[in-house]
């Protein structure tokens, strides 16, 4: 009865002081707005990246690159090397445990015409097995067959970017581009993927044979890259020194001497990742913490000066019958009510950057009951580390001093 | 109602001397009586006041409130005694600013353990004549309107007592005169009053007046009825 008497009388206290409870929740606000955006935003990230590199990956697969110290946090100058399709196919039928691969060559930033019309995009040459293997399919159309490869066939599969700035409003299926002089045949169009972890837009992309780009196109016997399906998932780690073993043998690399290829496995990347999160789940709540500290901070010395420059109000109080633990519990129920006020704000104006900078990058939908939790915690964190001194203090004063 | 048995109270500030502000003082104040305290400034009449009040509690002796001892109460029994048996009036009104007179008025009631309160704020401002400024806040009322409102603060618990603090300090001749026609009113109705005050004037309106020197009570007057009758054409 009491308290609640006190609760809303505080409310009002709160509600007269418009400009000094606005500043006072301007502390908590950038604090909690900071947290859940940071929250929210590193959860959308961490998910996309995991979605991502499953996409990429799967549970059992091997990556080889050509060159070395390819992979994050690997030996820098590691030699560059040459890994040629003819190599890479032998290494593959040494293999058995290997159910399928796709070797991968490409050019990262090519022009690519269609008529008058004109775009850059990322030019992959690959098998016909890319499908299976990297598990992306085409929407409509058929994508090449093994006998196209085999014949170096000028056939080009065309993500949704490609066909927008290219065809416009024709329909590309059939149509015809040109790359670097060479026309291409539109076949297909590729699944749709969006933007991946690097924010690379993963629909500017044309997908040709592996062989007439090779031939046709860059005139080289080498290729980037290959993917590697095991069968076995308990087999990757095992076929990835296998594989690395063989290639360093062919290679003719002596004991000593770095790789200059690169193998990565699921595992490896599941590392990767987990460094990324670290730095996001660690590093980045300290700062946000760190601005609701110094937010409290605000608060609290704004509410100390309020209790200086109301003395005589809490002399009053005493006089007509507040107990000491009543004017405590005012001046704590001010903090957490402006705390909160601040604190609830701050959870929209975070959430809405939040959902604003995701859509920037793409991430999908950010909206986070962890975020939603640590904002709320946070506001009345605040409150409590900003109301309990200033209340303490109100309460020891001696209401024959206050009133003099 | 009020029994004071050698009451010392003595500060010690940092630095400094201790200061004897009250030097045994006792004295007796009945039921329904209207008393001046009057004095120096320095006198310790406003120490006198804050422990009559429960404000402040004294270095020594026993103070009797209706038959109890309170000399060595604890602060929320002090804080519950002075919601219920006692109103404040002080000079500077000390009305919380931006909040309506209504509001003001039941302070008390917030801090009160009575279950039916409902109206008591509004009754208590009709009782000093500000049934028509309930809503008003202190910076749109005049000095006298100020400290009418305070006056029904006082009032609004019911108390057995009411303490007033140079109640007409701050306040012209005319809101004076006001305020302290409301004191004789209530004191006619049967309140105990006790009236701290170095004027002459407003002293001359009470029945009793107690005077105040170097924190020793030195005289304690009861003078004739014309005076009040006198202070009354004033």
């Given at each position: 009865?009491?308290?609640?008497?006190?609760?809303?009388?505080?409310?009002?206290?709160?509600?007269?002081?418009?400009?000094?409870?606005?500043?006072?929740?301007?502390?908590?606000?950038?604090?909690?707005?900071?947290?859940?955006?940071?929250?929210?935003?590193?959860?959308?990230?961490?998910?996309?990246?995991?979605?991502?590199?499953?996409?990429?990956?799967?549970?059992?697969?091997?990556?080889?690159?050509?060159?070395?110290?390819?992979?994050?946090?690997g030996p820098r100058g590691a030699p560059a090397g040459r890994m040629t399709l003819a190599e890479m196919e032998?290494?593959?039928?040494?293999?058995?445990?290997?159910?399928?691969?796709?070797?991968?060559?490409?050019?990262?930033?090519?022009?690519?015409?269609?008529?008058?019309?004109?775009?850059?995009?990322?030019?992959?040459?690959?098998?016909?097995?890319?499908?299976?293997?990297?598990?992306?399919?085409?929407?409509?159309?058929?994508?090449?067959?093994?006998?196209?490869?085999?014949?170096?066939?000028?056939?080009?599969?065309?993500?949704?970017?490609?066909?927008?700035?290219?065809?416009?409003?024709?329909?590309?299926?059939?149509?015809?581009?040109?790359?670097?002089?060479?026309?291409?045949?539109?076949?297909?169009?590729?699944?749709?993927?969006?933007?991946?972890?690097?924010?690379?837009?993963?629909?500017?992309?044309?997908?040709?044979?592996?062989?007439?780009?090779?031939?046709?196109?860059?005139?080289?016997?080498?290729?980037?890259?290959?993917?590697?399906?095991?069968?076995?998932?308990?087999r990757v780690e095992a076929t990835a020194r296998e594989v690395r073993r063989l290639l360093r043998d062919r290679?003719?690399?002596?004991?000593?001497?770095?790789?200059?290829?690169?193998?990565?496995?699921?595992?490896?990347?599941?590392?990767?990742?987990?460094?990324?999160?670290?730095?996001?789940?660690?590093?980045?709540?300290?700062?946000?913490?760190?601005?609701?500290?110094?937010?409290?901070?605000?608060?609290?010395?704004?509410?100390?000066?309020?209790?200086?420059?109301?003395?005589?109000?809490?002399?009053?109080?005493?006089?007509?019958?507040?107990?000491?633990?009543?004017?405590?519990?005012?001046?704590?129920?001010?903090?957490?009510?402006?705390?909160?006020?601040?604190?609830?704000?701050?959870?929209?104006?975070?959430?809405?950057?939040?959902?604003?900078?995701?859509?920037?990058?793409?991430?999908?939908?950010?909206?986070?009951?962890?975020?939603?939790?640590?904002?709320?915690?946070?506001?009345?964190?605040?409150?409590?580390?900003?109301?309990?001194?200033?209340?303490?203090?109100?309460?020891?004063?001696?209401?024959?001093?206050?009133?003099? | 109602?009020?029994?004071?048995?050698?009451?010392?109270?003595?500060?010690?500030?940092?630095?400094?001397?201790?200061?004897?502000?009250?030097?045994?003082?006792?004295l007796r104040i009945e039921r329904g009586e209207l008393v001046a305290i009057t004095g120096a400034s320095g006198?310790?009449?406003?120490?006198?006041?804050?422990?009559?009040?429960?404000?402040?509690?004294?270095?020594?002796?026993?103070?009797?409130?209706?038959?109890?001892?309170?000399?060595?109460?604890?602060?929320?029994?002090?804080?519950?005694?002075?919601?219920?048996?006692?109103?404040?009036?002080?000079?500077?009104?000390?009305?919380?600013?931006?909040?309506?007179?209504?509001?003001?008025?039941?302070?008390?009631?917030?801090?009160?353990?009575?279950?039916?309160?409902?109206?008591?704020?509004?009754?208590?401002?009709?009782?000093?004549?500000?049934?028509?400024?309930?809503?008003?806040?202190?910076?749109?009322?005049?000095?006298?309107?100020?400290?009418?409102?305070?006056?029904?603060?006082?009032?609004?618990?019911?108390?057995?007592?009411?303490?007033?603090?140079?109640?007409?300090?701050?306040?012209?001749?005319?809101?004076?005169?006001?305020?302290?026609?409301?004191?004789?009113?209530?004191?006619?109705?049967?309140?105990?009053?006790?009236?701290?005050?170095?004027?002459?004037?407003?002293?001359?309106?009470?029945?009793?007046?107690?005077?105040?020197?170097?924190?020793?009570?030195?005289?304690?007057?009861?003078?004739?009825?014309?005076?009040?009758?006198?202070?009354?054409?004033?």
């Amino acid at each position: 009865m009491r308290t609640a008497r006190l609760l809303k009388h505080s409310l009002r206290s709160v509600g007269r002081y418009k400009l000094r409870s606005g500043f006072m929740m301007l502390g908590s606000l950038v604090g909690v707005a900071a947290l859940t955006l940071v929250i929210a935003v590193g959860q959308g990230a961490e998910r996309k990246l995991v979605s991502t590199v499953r996409q990429l990956f799967g549970g059992s697969s091997v990556l080889v690159i050509a060159g070395g110290g390819r992979l994050m946090g690997g030996p820098r100058g590691a030699p560059a090397g040459r890994m040629t399709l003819a190599e890479m196919e032998a290494v593959v039928k040494a293999l058995p445990e290997v159910e399928a691969w796709d070797p991968q060559q490409g050019l990262a930033a090519e022009p690519v015409r269609h008529g008058d019309a004109s775009a850059t995009a990322r030019v992959l040459g690959q098998s016909e097995r890319t499908e299976r293997v990297w598990n992306r399919s085409v929407t409509r159309g058929e994508p090449f067959d093994a006998a196209a490869v085999a014949s170096s066939a000028r056939v080009a599969l065309i993500g949704e970017t490609v066909a927008r700035e290219l065809f416009r409003d024709e329909d590309p299926l059939g149509g015809e581009i040109q790359i670097g002089g060479v026309r291409f045949r539109v076949v297909g169009l590729l699944e749709r993927f969006g933007t991946d972890a690097h924010g690379m837009d993963r629909d500017n992309e044309v997908v040709v044979p592996i062989s007439t780009l090779m031939r046709r196109v860059m005139n080289v016997d080498t290729i980037q890259a290959a993917k590697l399906l095991v069968k076995e998932p308990s087999r990757v780690e095992a076929t990835a020194r296998e594989v690395r073993r063989l290639l360093r043998d062919r290679h003719a690399l002596a004991a000593g001497q770095p790789d200059d290829f690169t193998v990565i496995t699921a595992v490896q990347v599941q590392r990767m990742v987990g460094k990324v999160e670290r730095i996001l789940f660690l590093f980045l709540p300290l700062v946000a913490a760190v601005s609701l500290v110094a937010g409290s901070v605000v608060s609290a010395s704004l509410m100390l000066a309020s209790v200086s420059a109301r003395v005589a109000e809490i002399g009053l109080r005493r006089a007509v019958g507040a107990r000491p633990g009543d004017i405590q519990t005012q001046f704590l129920l001010e903090t957490a009510l402006t705390a909160l006020g601040g604190g609830l704000a701050g959870l929209v104006l975070g959430s809405a950057v939040a959902e604003l900078v995701a859509r920037r990058l793409a991430l999908g939908g950010v909206f986070s009951w962890q975020a939603l939790l640590a904002g709320i915690g946070a506001a009345a964190v605040t409150g409590l580390l900003a109301g309990v001194a200033p209340a303490r203090r109100a309460a020891r004063l001696q209401p024959a001093d206050a009133l003099r | 109602m009020i029994e004071l048995a050698t009451i010392d109270k003595t500060y010690t500030r940092p630095g400094g001397a201790p200061v004897r502000a009250l030097n045994g003082v006792s004295l007796r104040i009945e039921r329904g009586e209207l008393v001046a305290i009057t004095g120096a400034s320095g006198s310790g009449k406003s120490t006198l006041m804050n422990v009559l009040g429960l404000l402040d509690r004294p270095t020594a002796g026993h103070y009797r409130l209706d038959g109890e001892d309170v000399s060595d109460l604890g602060v929320d029994a002090l804080a519950r005694l002075r919601n219920r048996r006692i109103g404040f009036v002080f000079q500077a009104f000390h009305l919380l600013p931006r909040t309506s007179a209504l509001e003001n008025v039941e302070l008390p009631l917030l801090y009160s353990d009575r279950a039916a309160i409902q109206g008591l704020g509004r009754r208590a401002l009709e009782a000093v004549g500000l049934a028509d400024r309930v809503d008003h806040r202190p910076g749109e009322l005049s000095g006298g309107q100020q400290q009418r409102v305070a006056i029904a603060r006082a009032l609004v618990n019911e108390p057995d007592l009411l303490l007033a603090d140079e109640p007409t300090g701050n306040l012209d001749e005319g809101s004076a005169a006001e305020i302290l026609a409301i004191f004789r009113s209530l004191h006619a109705a049967g309140r105990t009053i006790v009236i701290v005050t170095h004027d002459p004037a407003v002293a001359a309106h009470c029945e009793r007046i107690l005077r105040l020197e170097a924190g020793r009570l030195t005289a304690d007057d009861r003078p004739a009825v014309a005076v009040v009758a006198a202070g009354e054409g004033a």
